[in-house]
């Protein structure tokens, strides 16, 4: 399978230096930036790091403070555009979604309220139909809350993000209940990096309180 991934490099970079930084205001540089859509384009944009010993820092939203998504040379991977729901599905009395890390708590939310996760097409049997059951249950939401909804889940993750809410639900990492990881490489600066190309949410059944 031919798997395509857009990277850019040197003056090509003119015009994105929004997905260099984030709210830190920290100055970031990168050699290429790398804006995989896919598991498949991200696994391939990882290998063909790991193979070059380069760097990576991985981003998502850029909205975090703390610098974590301002790359200092090397190759910036933005994960925006994994921004899909890829399932649903009932588990002991509740809900599961499983979210790319590109997805918005602002998309999150609307999805929920609309019960409407956009192409469900590449979904399996079983959660097409676990879809029609969801569909016809109560009101559902996710809890956490960081103050920023274009914050995008896999961030959320990474820097386990609270807010107002985290004083009765708590932070973030607390909640997904699993997550599918890329395999850690070793880039020369002796640090490993991986990257949760799919997230697992619960759903709570009572609304926001």
Request: hydrophobic share 45%.
């Amino acid at each position: 399978m031919v798997v395509s991934v857009r990277i850019l490099r040197g003056a090509q970079l003119v015009g994105h230096e929004r997905l260099l930084a984030d709210e830190s205001r920290l100055a970031g540089h990168a050699d290429a930036l790398a804006m995989p859509a896919s598991e498949a384009a991200l696994s391939a944009v990882l290998a063909a790091c790991a193979a070059e010993r380069l760097d990576v820092t991985l981003s998502s939203g850029h909205t975090g403070i703390a610098g974590g998504a301002v790359p200092q040379g090397g190759v910036a991977v933005h994960c925006g555009r994994m921004d899909a729901c890829l399932g649903l599905f009932e588990r002991d009395g509740g809900w599961f979604l499983r979210c790319g890390p590109g997805v918005t708590l602002a998309a999150l939310r609307g999805a929920l309220s609309r019960k409407d996760f956009g192409d469900t097409t590449v979904w399996s049997e079983a959660d097409r139909a676990a879809l029609a059951r969801f569909r016809s249950s109560g009101v559902f939401s996710f809890a956490v809350d960081p103050t920023e909804t274009s914050a995008c889940l896999g961030g959320m993750v990474a820097c386990n993000a609270s807010g107002a809410r985290s004083f009765r639900h708590g932070a973030m990492r607390r909640h997904p209940s699993a997550a599918e990881a890329m395999p850690s490489f070793r880039p020369p600066a002796r640090k490993c990096y991986c990257c949760a190309c799919e997230t697992l949410l619960p759903l709570r059944g009572d609304g926001y309180r």
